[in-house]
């Protein structure tokens, strides 16, 4: 099996770098999905999300699910990239990227993965509001738990 590749870090990430790495030298891939995800203003109301984990359990943690993947799916590769600190709209927060031989498969996976990300991944997200007012901290929306319940059974997974 192949071993994910998983940073949580403070700094940018170039996708296109990213992807490069991964699929170097590879001829067996056939489809690389790749999910970035941004920082949104909210309307114009949120000055920064600040992003907060603790160190070695987050890598932990999103590691063992990258295998439950790497499990499930025959994937060629999987890469994770999670960022902390301030993080202001329109800046990049999270990369998945999913090397398979098809395509259903890495979107599968890559959905996987994001939805676990957005739901259960050991990090707390706090804003910080444009007014200066008091920000709250982010839990999970109930359509983000929904879309993550849906992989406790296989036969949600069109790859299956």
Known sequence: MVAPTVRVQVEDFDVAAEEALLTRGRRD??????FTGLCRD????????????????????????????????????????????KISPGDRIVLTLVAARHRAEAFSAAEFMMDYLKTRAPFWKKTHRVDGAQGDWIEAKAEDEAAAA??????SDPAQ
């Open 29 to 34: 891939i056939g489809a690389v999905v790749a």
């Open 42 to 85: 909210e309307d114009g109301a949120l000055a920064a999300l600040e992003l907060e984990h603790y160190p070695g359990m987050a890598e932990e943690e999103i590691a063992r699910v990258a295998g439950t993947a790497l499990a499930r799916w025959p994937l060629a590769g999987l890469t994770i990239i999670h960022r902390y600190g």
């Open 150 to 155: 849906r992989w406790a059974t296989k036969s």
